[in-house]
Structures are given as C-alpha cells and as structure tokens.
C-alpha cells in the first residue's frame, strides 16, 4: 500500500516509518524541513497548517492511508499545547480534504488515551466521557481538540477512520526518557509526590505504539481504540519506581493541597485524579497487543 506519514520526523513517526516500509508499504514523508528527515521512498513538503500545501504534497504522494502523527509537544508550555490543538482541528481538516482529493480510503490518526473525565472506575473503556470541561483551560483545549479531531476523523464520508489513544508514551525521545522534559526532572530530584496519589496513568512504549499503528494501516478496522500496556499504575507505585529506575532520589511526598501550585494542573492531575484506560478494545479489533506490557522496571533501560 501507499502509506503516507504526517509528522515523520516525531518521535512515533520515526519509529513507524521503517516498520511500514518493513512490511513492504510504499511509504510517503511528509515533512516542513527535508534537512535530516528521516529515509523514505518519497519525501514531500507541507506545514500541516497550509492546507494548500497538504493537498498538494498528497496530490503527489497519493496515498491509500494516511497517517496523521502531528503533534506540538515537543514544548511543553501553553505554547505547546495551543499549536497541537491547532494540528489536530485545522490539521486535521486539512489532511482529511486531501486525502479525499487524493483518492486515499484511509486515515489513521493519533489522539491520547488520558483525556477521559476523572469519573466512575479507576480503569475506563474509550466510550468514558471525555473531560472536555476541565478546569485547566490548556487542558481543556488539548481535549476539546482531541474531541473535533475524532469527530472529523470518524465523519469523513468515504475515508475508513481510526483513531488510535496513545497511553503516555516512554521509550527514546519522549518526556519519560533520561533525558526527556519529565525524565530530567525526576532524575533530578525535582518531582514531588502528592500525598494522596491514585491517579492513575496507563503507559505505552514508544515501539508498541508504532506497532500498532502498523495494525491500524493495515486493518479493515475502523473507531477509537485505547493503546496502552496491560498495567494502569497509580502514582504512588510508578513515579518512585521510575524514580529508581533513572538513579534519582525518591520523590519527597507534599500535601495534596498543594500539588497544584507545587507541580503545575496537569502533572498534579495526572498523580491524583486521572484514570486508566483499558486496551480491550485494541487488543480484539486491531490484534494488537503490547511486547511490553508493564512499564514496571523497564521504563529508562533503553538509554542506557
Ligand atoms: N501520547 C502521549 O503520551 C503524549 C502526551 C503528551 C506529550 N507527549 C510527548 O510528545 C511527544 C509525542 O511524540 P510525537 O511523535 O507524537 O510528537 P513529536 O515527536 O513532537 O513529533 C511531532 C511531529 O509533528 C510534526 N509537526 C509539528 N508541527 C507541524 C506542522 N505545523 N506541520 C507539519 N508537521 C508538523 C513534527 O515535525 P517537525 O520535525 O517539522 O517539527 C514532528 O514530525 C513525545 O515527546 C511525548 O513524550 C506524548
């Protein structure tokens, strides 16, 4: 198949991209800097936010599938969050419209599997409502765009749809590696641990997301599923363990009054409120199943 790639150069966009051409897929770049963009069979040009670039960029790659990997957290400030929204609403829209033109039958696209709203069990399937009123408001953009981006991809008449609900990813390059925006700051010593942590977080290496992303392209399969590992973990089990794993000192517990103030809305939330998600759903329709299924001592092995 022609399998074109939004967001190449991230990081599941270059773990995917040699496991599509493993499998024998013609696979199509698209990137905005060609400089050291990653080895493809075809490379083309496009800001994601240029529509009129998208259409012609997939105009020349004329995809079957297109797989939208566009993300801005590379900046973890409002910033960050303000342009991944844009990607996954105008983006979104965006490729959708060419791909139509472009003939392709299928997308595949990357939405988060912690965007539920804090109610009910501890672990949640992908029919939980989503938190599109959170009191954060760079959270509930992030969710509020996470709902337009299912919802365009889901309504596209004529394009089969996948939204796929990455867990929070670990491995090289994201914010859990050593050397990553959360990786630094626990190694350092620098993370706290609320008192009370139940929250709880549902993880997924980096490569196990890649790989289901291959199941996706080549699936007949079509909703959201929930790719995460098999072990929902609360914050007080996975923060002092990943703690050790990286060598850093254990997290010095705070109250729960001030988590907020102390470690920003979202980390604060995501160690108090946040609930699991399960990947039931993933493992029945896509075949997919973690090579990893439990982020437990293995989190930080691969940088070493
Ligand atoms: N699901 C999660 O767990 C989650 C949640 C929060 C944060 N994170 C963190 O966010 C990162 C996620 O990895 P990822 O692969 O999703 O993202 P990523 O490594 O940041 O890659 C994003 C991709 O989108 C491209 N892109 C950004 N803006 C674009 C635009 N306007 N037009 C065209 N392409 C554009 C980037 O291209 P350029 O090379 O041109 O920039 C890059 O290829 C990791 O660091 C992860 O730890 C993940």
Known sequence: MRVLIAGATGVLGRSLLPLLRARGHHVTAMVREPAGAPSADLTVVADALDRDAVRAALLVARPDVVVHQLSALTDRGPLGFEVTARLRTEGTANL????????????????????????????LTEDAPLYLDAP???????????????????????????????????????????????????????????????????????????????????????????????????????????????????????????????????????LTELRGASNDRARLSLDWKPSRPSWRGGMVDDER
């Open 136 to 270: 954060d408001e760079d959270w509930a953009r992030t969710v509020q765009a996470i709902a337009e981006l299912e919802r365009l991809v889901v309504g596209t008449e004529g394009i089969s749809d996948v939204a796929l609900r990455y867990g929070t990813l670990y491995g090289p390059g994201t914010w859990y590696a050593r050397d990553g925006a959360i990786g630094a700051l626990v190694a350092a010593g620098k993370m706290r641990l609320p008192e009370t942590a139940g929250g709880i977080t549902s993880f997924v290496h980096v490569e196990d997301a890649a790989q289901a992303a291959v199941l996706a392209v080549e699936s007949d399969a079509t909703g959201t599923f929930n790719v995460t590992d098999d072990d929902p973990a609360e914050g007080s089990a996975w923060l002092p363990e990943f703690a050790a794993q990286l060598g850093g000192p254990t997290p010095r517990t705070i109250p729960a009054d001030l988590a907020g103030r102390l470690l920003g809305w979202f980390t604060a939330y995501q």
């Open 96 to 123: 959708l419209t060419a791909a139509r033109e472009a003939g392709a039958r299928r997308i595949v696209a990357q939405s988060i599997a912690f965007g539920t709203a804090p109610v009910g069990d501890p672990v």
